[in-house]
């Protein structure tokens, strides 16, 4: 009975990932196999996506407004908020590290020949006015959009401040604005009683759509270095991140409820989008509720390990097709302060990377004709780079978790059930 009991209760611990897996799989064959079909399956997927950017303004402004307006303690947050940065950081530095590495040594892009085409590519505002427009919105509508995240976060961390200053008053605030986040986490879970069939729909079109172009010039780089350095990453990296968060534990109850984020992001490919996901995922995990509720929003628009990734691996694949050689610190130094910079701006929306790529081009005066070439390469990554985004996220708030609550904190919320 014991053995029995157990074994349904392994399952009923799994059953949504292994329906959310299976969703997937078949759509990735219908895709795979009838490519026709795959495609016309699109709108049920867009049903899905077009619910999760829906509701990610409201997750966003409620969730970090009430996390800061509940705080009686500002020395928390100025905690969070400060030891957040430092791992946002060290993770990217690693993750460009990784890849400058893995280029040196496996060398992708030698002997490839791609051909050169001219584009028309607008020029890239000056750098002023492109921190003003990361930063500031010049009028409200524009704030509650999802193509202005950083703005809305910062406005929501403004706002619970200020409720904050209201003392008594601030206070009864601070408990609506808190109710109205259950409220946005409540309709996230109903959302997700649809992944199976809209993820599923979604991927058996980017299999159809998207599977030649995994053929041909590019495949040594991506299947040959980028692809497998994600999954590596993702499987030892963040078992390494996982572990320091909370040991053993740690690393089983990241691995254990990852999946519905990692699988919205690799459809979405926007952090954005997976954001609304991603906070259910922790909110599971046991992050503490303002821990999750500030890091990820955050983390959604300024934390991108996949990006860095991506962004070293444009910068040699130019290099490279002008016939300069990626090697030596004085090329990798620069390099990834660029990767962090313009991995900065290349998560909010998908595709979102062409920004990064024009800073790219600006920065190193590359030919524009060389602009078609990085794009492509952009389109390509963007799935597993929003994967490894999105997951190291979710990582970076246990690890966030451990370095302020202790060693114990993951043990402390599961015996709470938190």
Not at 251 to 256: G, P, Q, W
């Amino acid at each position: 009975m014991k053995t029995g009991s157990k074994k349904k209760s392994l399952f009923k611990s799994y059953q949504f990932p292994l329906i959310l897996i299976l969703g997937i799989v078949v759509g990735s064959l219908i895709g795979w196999f009838s490519p026709d079909f795959g495609k016309k399956l699109k709108p049920f997927g867009d049903i899905f996506l077009n619910l999760v950017f829906s509701i990610v303004v409201p997750v966003i402004f409620f969730s970090i407004s009430s996390a800061v307006a509940s705080m009686s303690n500002m020395k928390r947050l100025g905690k969070i908020l400060g030891y957040m940065i430092i791992v946002f950081v060290v993770t990217g530095l690693i993750a460009s590290v990784i890849m400058c590495g893995a280029i040196h040594a496996m060398d992708p892009t030698k002997d490839m020949e791609i051909e050169l085409t001219s584009a028309e590519v607008e020029e890239a505002p000056p750098l002023s006015k492109q921190i003003v427009a990361a930063i500031t919105v010049d009028d409200f509508p524009a704030l509650i959009s999802r193509k202005n995240v950083l703005p809305l976060i910062l406005m929501s961390i403004f706002f619970g401040f200020v409720v904050t200053s209201f003392g008594e008053k601030g206070k009864r605030l601070a408990e609506k604005l808190s109710f109205l986040s259950e409220i946005f986490m409540k309709m996230i879970k109903y959302i997700m009683y649809y992944a199976p069939i809209g993820l599923g729909a979604y991927f058996a079109y980017l299999v159809a759509d998207l599977g030649p172009q995994l053929i041909g010039v590019y495949a040594k780089t991506m299947l040959g270095l980028y692809y497998p350095l994600c999954i590596v990453y993702f499987i030892v990296g963040f078992f390494i991140y996982a572990y320091f968060a909370g040991g053993m534990s740690g690393v089983k109850i990241f691995y254990k409820n990852i999946l519905p984020a990692a699988a919205t992001s690799i459809a979405t490919q926007s952090s954005i989008a997976s954001l609304p996901v991603n906070m259910e995922v922790c909110e599971k995990i046991g992050v503490p509720k303002d821990i999750r509720e500030i890091v990820l929003p955050i983390g959604a628009t300024m934390h991108m390990d996949g990006s860095c990734f991506a962004a070293i691996l444009k910068i040699a694949l130019v290099y490279e097709l002008f016939g300069n050689d990626f090697v030596g610190f004085g090329v990798w130094i620069p390099a990834i302060l660029i990767a962090i910079m313009s991995g900065m701006v290349m998560s909010g929306v998908p595709g979102g990377g062409l920004i990064g790529e024009m800073l790219i081009m600006t920065i190193y005066g590359f030919p524009m004709e060389a602009f078609p070439i990085i794009a492509t390469v952009g389109f390509l990554v963007d799935a597993p780079a929003t994967l490894i985004n999105v997951t190291g996220d979710s990582v970076t708030a246990m690890m966030v978790a451990r370095i302020i609550e202790g060693k114990d904190w993951l043990k402390t919320k599961v015996n709470n059930k938190i």
